[in-house]
Structure formats: structure tokens, C-alpha cells
């Protein structure tokens, strides 16, 4: 029994390992990439993953077998691009076009409060002259 259990451990660690390697924070958050005229863009991507594993023995000799499988899957979307220009910050979303109104005003949220922050930041540079 003993030998089965470590076995079946063994080959869960090994999977997970493998997991491990193709998830980790540089794929979610990627490297900076800086254009030639200052711009830097860093990828955001959305990483998925599943796992199953299982095993079993097989005959009641002595000598016992064991036989087992697992698997994992991995799915990674982008989602965005962080641009930093100017030492302004900005997300740049890679995504379907939105399809509803709702989904429509939520994606003009930030653009409409930068609007709005830099109306009342000329109306006060104005009442301060």
C-alpha cells in the first residue's frame, strides 16, 4: 500500500511541477516592452488551468500493480495592455467589442473621468488668475 500511495504522489508532484512552469507571474503580468518613442506597453493575460489525476491496482498477488494517469490544461487569453506614456498610465483593453449600452458606458467610464477631471482642472487654473 505504501508503495502505491507514493507512487500516485509522485506522479501528482510531477504534474504539478509541470503546471508550475507554464504558470507563473510572467505569464499573467508580461514583460515591459519600451518602443522606440517611449512608450511602454505590458501585457495582461488571463491564465486558466485544471487538474485531474487518479490510479489504481490491479490484482491481489504479491506482487501488486498500479496504474494511474494525470493530466492538466492550460488556457491563457489576453486581456489588456497597460500603456505608459508620459508618465501617464492607461489600459488598453484587447477584448470584443462590447455588445450591450451598459457594457458600452462602462468601457467609457475611465475616458469620460479624464474628461471631467480636466474641465474642473482648467476651471480652477482659471479662477486662480
Same mark, same amino acid.
Given at each position: 500500500?505504501?508503495?502505491?500511495? =507514493?507512487? #500516485? ?6 504534474? !504539478? /511541477? ?5 504558470? @507563473? ?13 517611449g ?7 488571463? %491564465?486558466? +488551468?485544471?487538474?485531474? =489525476? &487518479?490510479? &489504481? ?9 498500479? &496504474? $494511474?494517469?494525470? $493530466?492538466? &490544461?492550460?488556457?491563457? @487569453?489576453?486581456?489588456? +495592455? #497597460?500603456?505608459?506614456? @508620459? ?12 455588445? =450591450?449600452?451598459?457594457?458600452?458606458? %462602462? /468601457? !467609457?467610464?475611465? @475616458? ?7 474641465f ?5 487654473a482659471? /479662477?486662480? #488668475?
Open positions: 500500500m505504501e508503495n502505491k500511495n =507514493s507512487q #500516485l504522489n509522485e506522479m501528482m508532484r510531477g504534474t !504539478m /511541477e509541470k503546471v508550475r512552469e507554464m504558470v @507563473d507571474t510572467n505569464t499573467i503580468v508580461g514583460q515591459p516592452i519600451t518602443t522606440p518613442d512608450v511602454t506597453l505590458i501585457p495582461i493575460s488571463k %491564465v486558466s +488551468f485544471g487538474f485531474g =489525476s &487518479g490510479g &489504481g491496482d490491479y490484482g491481489k498477488a504479491p506482487k501488486e500493480n498500479f &496504474g $494511474g494517469g494525470a $493530466g492538466a &490544461g492550460v488556457k491563457i @487569453d489576453p486581456v489588456a +495592455f #497597460l500603456v505608459i506614456k @508620459d508618465g501617464s498610465t492607461r489600459v488598453l483593453p484587447v477584448a470584443v467589442p462590447p455588445v =450591450s449600452t451598459m457594457d458600452r458606458i %462602462v /468601457e !467609457m467610464a475611465p @475616458d469620460i473621468m479624464d474628461k471631467v477631471e480636466k474642473f482642472d482648467k476651471k480652477e482659471k /479662477e486662480t #488668475l
